[in-house]
């Protein structure tokens, strides 16, 4: 047989049948268990000797009828088995319900009957659909809410009260309880409440039934209102404030109506419910109920609503049971318990249970209650108003469940309760989490508690700002939030307590939930706000509400006028002239002013001083009158009793003491109220004079000097025929007098202090303002308003995180605290605002304990027993790698965490990588054992950036475990391995080499930062010595500088000039050799090989920077020579095709100059200028001149291998086939012009060769023959170079005179080797390139002042002495050469006597020279017999003069 189907809550959680069983053997077992029950109520009657046994009663029965119609029942039930949907329920539950009604039965017998009702309610064939169930459920309903019997014991009336609640619980929880109408669902409520109350004197079981009871019956109820058409509640009229009710419920029904006998509804032998009890709870309730805990104000007018009642139940009797639950708060505020003065009894029973009930509700009807203008007008006004009254209250539990309750609307209703939540917020959570406001520890726990819970919900804080910190009407509740949450954290001269953890949470919450919103986007660019024309401030509307792209820029742009207005504000309180102007000059009033902006602005404004706001609107100053008015009208007094509109007007400002000044500020009040609120003053001159009147009152009332007060009578009496020549109504006037009297109308309102409390007055006016306040803004999960929000209260934020980390002893709050910092890393990195990112990182990097002088002896062990330390350093690099784009100034603190890891050498090997290919780097080395630069590898910086000191990780580790000393060390025990490991562990999570290598991702402004960065920490570097570890600092700086560098190749313009600088400045204060010039000077020249080929439009700039090398001082050059031309040799050969300017070429070369005078260097730098100039391979017009020039030095170097000089030479005499490539390569690519300059270019080149050849002539050692031949060489081969004629004449007196007349001189004062052929090479290379050039040479002007140049060298050949004595071959050679010559010029015609009257003077300036050197030559060659004929030999002219 199937299981039965019970329900719970609304739901059934129904079982399905195990087996399929048919619906006969179904509907006989129902049969048979209505049977037993029939049978278990007859078993107990018969118990009792009044239904034993028969009897004769005056109508000749033989039974009672109770017992006839269960027997009756019995006989029938059987024959209903195949058809029970069919039977009317009445059949089979009359009977029951006919001996729960009964007064005769005892408490045993209406028990049973009790629990037979209820078996059957909870079957599952009764539902919608069966017969006549509506008739049932009500009759069900009626006899139980009735019921009576008789008491025989406490304990058996306990158990019918528990069946009773049962059968309730059962009858909302069937399927047939929506065919209950509003009038018996309220009946039911009603009856469970009695007995709620009832319990109070009976068992602690049963008063926990029942208040269980009672929440199950509420949450079924409120549950159904998510089904409930939508279209039901429009026939609900809605009254015109929330004291009027839906009535209707007739005397048996309403929940506070009296039987004719001035009983309860419901009586258990004949007891009213509301008997004596002993308990405090049951007097409490048994008051509640006493003083008039109203449902129905006035059932019969209004019988029109009657039918709702009596529909299925649906809105109107949730109206009915809310509004109930709602009296319940309030009949504590009518018999005056106040939540601040009464026992703790009262205090938290009676609203306790009734805030339980209502949150119960509210959690269950949710969002449903905005469709139903009834419900959503009592949650936002009788609701609230009472919220914000036990809100208040002494009793944690009380506002506890307070604050449940607000969040549980929050979350369902937010769009409807704006300026409630900001009420709650400002005037409860806001005032109770501060001790300042007298609170209590547990008060401002459970609120602090309560803003936690909000904050952890994830729009709840954007919201308020979009809400309410961007409006000009509402307070700034985000930010005082935000500020609380950070003042709330940190500790106040103790350890941390359970507040200041709570507030982090919060605070946390808050910070998270803005980083987890950066993912979803929605982050628009934040262009500042200017207001660059007027327009009315206060009128400022949004175009869409529920459009980010309409809302974001609206509630933002209203935030700056906010802003705006605050700092007006604050210039007013100062000058209100010049505050006016202020806000001229912004924009936010009218250039002219204008009388209602200037009212809008001391209306919406918050901060004014309101002694000034007074002065200013009682002035009789007319633009201050017509202020006054346009002030009066923004006000909203419709249908608000005069006093409390009073209060209202005089909260804005300070009333003026002047007499003419408060009848100014009273007629614009009294002007403004009748226009609004007419129904009882005839006119504006009633309002004023009443008004008048109230002002008086409140002065006798609360002034202590005043001894006789007015009494009620007296203020009547003063107020008679003021209303048009009419008296006011009485109970009117006692009304006001009451309120004066009992509530001061404050003249001289506070200025902002603080958190102001509710009050009725401030709600209604709150109420009204709420019908006209723009709509709630929902925020999504987009970070729209995040930076700003966050711009806010970064700082407070990041101050409080970092207190408590501070203060923390506990690893779960370590690690709370950084989930914080790392959440406000990554909102300030992705809404770019540095400052904030620099702030935490500076804090951050004060816990790492590496900024702190150690003052411990084993730092490194001491950090690995820190682990507070252990996780800031994570942290900090952790932020430093995944947010370093967004890093300036930070950078400095985090340099210096470097710097002190590098100092205790625990940083990696490599952490100054830059990813270099190593194969790049030199294996040899240079003498003294210096290491040559190269990539930073994990042996160079060991030997470099580790200090002098053994005081690393591994150096420490060695001390421990060393065993060759002659000391005894102890072995290192358990806990420093620990230690040391977990610093192990800690810094290989820093991943502090990534910041370096992965640099080439830094942001540019990032990076350059980073750079002055390393640079300030290396330090300014001084003349003369500095510490050791002073030095070991800029080195490892100077390694890190260069590894971005190299890293950032395609940004290097971005570094380059400090970089430069800095190594500078290192070159210019560095005397001696020390190990940061050797890494600054190699360093410069592996950033110039490095990026040479990368960076042509730099390659002069970096080139250049290599004339630092040149500045050097004496001694540091001299130790470094060999290793630096080495490195310049690399970058020549690696970077020869990328050197292109001549001013490259000149650094260049000049460096490899130097190294010819270097016995170590000056290998490396010959073999690099090989490289350049053999077979021309690297040499260009712009590197041409520069390399003879470097080859001369080489050449006349005396360091060096003997043949060296030799091959410098052939070096020089190689590159003629240069020029003359470009010169033909000229003739033939380039037009006219081009081809003329290149070749003069050319020509310069080729003189400036044979120039230097001719210095390398004169050196003292044999080399000089080999630069004679080389010379010669170059002047006469055949290398199709074109010379120009003048180019000639310059070589002749630059080059060959030049060295004739030297190697003349050299001959006759030095003792040279080999000095007699060097003089014979020398004439004979003249004879021949005279010789060669002859044809040309004869044709130019200057051809005689040549021609007496050679005789001139030649006559001192003859008469020159090599080592004393002339020399006998020189005097063989010169006559010989000089015949051939003259013979040569006579047959060319060049040598002839052209006029026999003396006018030739070639003719006789030649013979005038040669006969001082041959005196017989003239004769020889043109002999006086047939001078003009003789023609020379030819064989003997073209005699090579060499031979």
């Known amino acids: 047989m199937g299981r039965l189907r019970l329900h719970s809550s609304i739901k059934a959680i129904e079982e399905e049948p195990e087996d399929c069983e048919t619906t006969s053997s179904n509907e006989s077992a129902i049969a048979c268990m209505i049977n037993s029950e029939l049978s278990a109520v007859l078993a107990v009657m018969r118990r009792n000797v009044r239904w034993g046994g028969r009897y004769v009663s005056g109508d000749d029965q033989l039974e009672h009828s109770l017992i006839q119609s269960l027997k009756t029942l019995r006989k ?11 039977v009317s329920p009445a059949l089979y539950l009359q009977p029951f319900l006919d001996v729960i009604r009964s007064d005769e039965t005892g408490a045993p017998i209406t028990g049973v009957a009790l629990f037979s009702v209820y078996k059957i309610l909870t079957l599952d064939f009764l539902d919608r659909n069966t017969v006549n169930v509506e008739n049932a459920m009500h009759s069900v309903v009626d006899a139980v809410t009735s019921c009576r019997f008789e008491v025989t014991d406490p304990a058996s009336e306990e158990v019918v009260l528990m069946k009773i609640l049962q059968v309730l619980l059962a009858c909302m929880r069937s399927k047939a309880s929506v065919m209950l109408s509003n009038q018996h669902v309220c009946t ?7 007995v709620v109350h009832q319990a109070g004197s009976k068992s602690e079981l049963l008063q926990q039934s029942a208040r269980h009871t009672m929440h199950e019956l509420v949450r079924c109820i409120f549950s159904h209102l998510l089904e409930v058409d939508n279209m039901q509640h429009s026939t609900v009229r809605r009254g015109s404030s929330t004291k009027n009710k839906v009535v209707g419920l007739d005397d048996e029904y309403s929940f506070n109506s009296k039987s004719q006998n001035g009983t309860g509804t419901s009586e258990y032998d004949g007891q009213p419910l509301s008997g004596a009890r002993s308990s405090s709870d049951s007097t409490v309730l048994n008051s509640v109920i006493d003083e008039g805990m109203v449902m129905s104000d006035n059932g019969k007018d209004n019988v029109p609503d009657l039918h709702l009642m009596t529909e299925p139940y649906g809105v109107p009797c949730m109206v009915e049971i809310f509004h109930f639950l709602c009296s319940l708060l309030n009949v504590v505020e009518h018999i005056g318990m106040g939540p601040r003065a009464n026992t703790t009894a009262f205090d938290e029973d009676v609203p306790l249970f009734a805030l339980c009930l209502i949150n119960s509700a509210i959690e269950l009807g949710g969002p449903a209650i905005r469709s139903h203008p009834r419900l959503l007008s009592l949650v936002q006004d009788e609701l609230f108003q009472n919220l914000m009254i036990f809100g208040l209250s002494m009793s944690p539990v009380i506002l506890s469940t307070v604050c449940s309750i607000v969040l549980n609307l929050y979350q369902h209703l937010r769009t409807e309760l704006k300026l409630q939540l900001e009420a709650f917020l400002s005037c409860v959570v806001l005032r109770l989490a501060q001790s300042r406001y007298g609170a209590s520890y547990q008060q401002q726990e459970v609120a602090m508690e309560a803003l936690v819970d909000f904050c952890r919900q994830k729009s709840f804080m954007v919201e308020m700002y979009a809400n309410l910190d961007c409006d000009i009407t509402c307070t700034n509740v ?36 803005m980083a987890e919103r950066i993912s979803n986007g929605g982050r628009s660019q934040q262009n500042p706000i200017n207001l660059e024309e007027y327009a009315p401030f206060w009128m400022v509307k949004c175009e869409s509400y529920s459009d980010p792209d309409r809302w974001v820029p609206f509630v933002r742009r209203r935030k700056h006028i906010k802003r705006r207005l605050m700092i007006g504000a604050d210039h007013f309180n100062r000058d209100p002239k010049k505050g006016l102007e202020f806000l001229q000059g912004t924009y936010l009033l009218p250039e002219k002013l204008d009388p209602q902006s200037v009212a809008c602005f001391f ?31 923004t006000f909203d007094f419709e249908d608000m009793n005069l006093d409390i509109a009073l209060r209202l007007f005089l909260e804005t400002f300070r009333l003026p003491g002047e007499s003419q000044k408060i009848a100014r500020v009273l007629e614009a009040f009294s002007e403004r109220y009748y226009e609004q609120s007419p129904q009882i003053l005839a006119n504006k001159d009633a309002a004023l004079l009443l008004s008048y009147s109230l002002i008086m009152l409140n002065t006798d009332q609360h002034n202590v000097q005043v001894k006789k007060k007015m009494t009620e009578e007296d203020f009547i009496r003063n107020n008679r025929s003021i209303n048009g020549g009419n008296d006011l109504p009485r109970e009117y006037l006692s009304e006001l007098y009451n309120s004066i009297c009992n509530n001061e109308i404050r003249t001289t309102p506070e200025q902002s202090a603080g958190f102001a409390e509710m009050n009725p007055s401030r709600w209604i006016d709150l109420m009204h303002k709420s019908k006209k306040t723009s709509p709630y803004i929902l925020c999504d999960s987009r970070a729209y308003l995040d930076h700003d929000m966050f711009a806010t209260m970064s700082g407070p934020t990041i101050a409080a ?3 408590v980390f501070d203060h923390a002893e506990h690893e779960d709050v370590y690690k709370t605290c950084i989930d914080g910092f790392l959440a406000v890393a990554k909102i300030s990195a992705c809404h770019h605002l540095e400052d904030v990112l620099d702030d935490l990182v500076v804090s951050l990097c004060k816990f790492t304990t590496l900024l702190n002088p150690s003052l411990v002896e084993e730092p490194v062990l001491a950090f690995g027993d820190d682990a507070k330390a252990r996780m800031a350093t994570v942290t900090v690099f952790t932020i430093a790698n995944e947010y370093g784009d967004f890093i300036r100034t930070g950078w400095r603190n985090i340099l210096d965490c470097i710097l002190r890891l590098h100092k205790l050498g625990l940083l990696p090997a490599r952490v100054a990588s830059d990813a270099a290919d190593d194969s790049e780097a030199p294996s040899d080395t240079g003498g003294h054992g210096k290491s040559l630069p190269n990539s930073l590898s994990s042996a160079h910086v060991q030997s470099i950036g580790t200090p002098r000191r053994s005081s690393g990780l591994m150096g420490r580790f060695s001390q421990l475990l060393s065993l060759d000393t002659e000391e005894p060390r102890s072995q290192p025990t358990e806990q420093q391995l620990a230690a040391h490991q977990r610093t192990l562990q800690t810094i290989q999570k820093c991943r502090i080499d990534s910041i370096f290598t992965e640099s080439k991702f830094l942001l540019a402004d990032s990076l350059l930062q980073l750079a002055r960065a390393l640079i300030w ?8 010595s500095s510490s050791p570890e002073d030095e070991d600092t800029a080195v490892f700086c100077l390694e890190l500088l260069i590894a971005i560098t190299l890293n950032n190749r395609d940004r290097i313009r971005l570094l380059w000039q400090g970089v430069y600088e800095h190594i500078a400045s290192i070159v210019h204060s560095t ?20 990026l040479l080929p990368y960076k042509e439009k730099l390659a002069d700039e970096l080139l250049r920077s290599l004339q630092l090398v040149l500045k050097l001082d004496a001694r540091v050059a001299d130790a470094y020579c060999e290793q630096i031309t080495q490195e310049v040799s690399r970058l020549v050969k690696a970077n020869a095709t990328h050197i292109r300017s001549q001013m490259g070429w000149r650094t260049t070369t000049l460096l490899l100059s130097i190294t010819a005078r270097h016995p170590e260097a000056s290998e490396a730098g010959f073999d690099a200028l090989v490289f350049i100039m053999s077979d021309g391979a690297h040499l260009s017009p712009a590197n041409y001149v520069l390399c003879i020039d470097a080859a001369r030095h080489f050449a006349e170097s005396r360091v060096g291998p003997a043949d060296r000089p030799a091959r410098a030479v052939d070096l020089m005499a190689g590159s003629v086939a240069s020029l003359a490539c470009w010169s033909k390569d000229t003739r033939e690519a380039l037009a006219e012009t081009e081809a003329v300059k290149l070749s003069q270019d050319i020509g310069e080149m080729w003189l400036r060769l044979v120039q230097a050849l001719r210095k390398v002539s004169l050196d003292q050692r044999e080399v000089r023959n080999h630069a004679l031949l080389s010379l010669q060489m170059c002047l006469t081969g055949d290398h199709e170079i074109y010379l120009p004629n003048g180019l000639w004449l310059q070589c002749f007196d630059m080059v060959i005179f030049t060295m004739l007349d030297d190697l003349i001189e050299l001959a006759s004062q030095k003792d040279y080797r080999n000095m007699e052929e060097t003089l014979i090479l020398a004439l004979k290379l003249l004879a021949k390139i005279f010789h060669q050039l002859l044809h040309e040479l004869s044709q130019l002007t200057t051809f005689c002042k040549l021609w007496l140049g050679v005789l001139n060298r030649m006559e001192k050949c003859m008469k020159v002495k090599v080592r004393g004595k002339k020399s006998e071959k020189l005097q063989e050679l010169v006559p010989e050469l000089l015949k051939n010559t003259l013979t040569v010029m006579k047959s060319k015609g060049i040598l002839a006597k052209r006029s026999a009257l003396g006018g030739d003077s070639l003719w006789e300036l030649t013979w005038l020279h040669v006969n001082n050197i041959v005196p017989s030559l003239q004769s020889e060659v043109f002999p006086e017999d047939d001078s003009e004929n003789v023609q020379p030999d030819p064989v003997s002219a073209e005699t090579n003069p060499n031979e």
Do not use: Y
Not at 76 to 86: D, G, K, N, P, V
Not at 1072 to 1090: N, S, V
């Open 603 to 633: 209306r919406f404004t918050a901060g004014l001083d309101k002694n000034l706001v007074g002065d200013f609107l009682g002035n009789h100053d007319e633009f201050c009158i017509q202020v006054l008015h346009e002030f009066a009208g």
């Open 1071 to 1090: 005397v001696m050799p020390c190990a940061l010039i050797e890494k600054a000077i190699f360093g410069l020249l592996r950033i110039c090989l490095r």
């Open 188 to 194: 039911i409520v009603n009856t469970c409440f009695r």
């Open 478 to 513: 985000f930010e005082e939030l935000a500020n609380l949450l950070s003042k709330s954290a940190f500790p106040v001269n103790s350890p941390l307590s359970a507040m200041n953890i709570l507030a982090l949470d919060g605070l946390i919450a808050v910070i998270q939930g």
């Open 1017 to 1024: 920490a290396a330090g300014r570097p001084q003349k003369g």
């Open 801 to 803: 995180i970092s207190v």
């Open 76 to 86: 029938q039930i059987f024959s209903w088995q195949h058809q029970w949907q069919s």
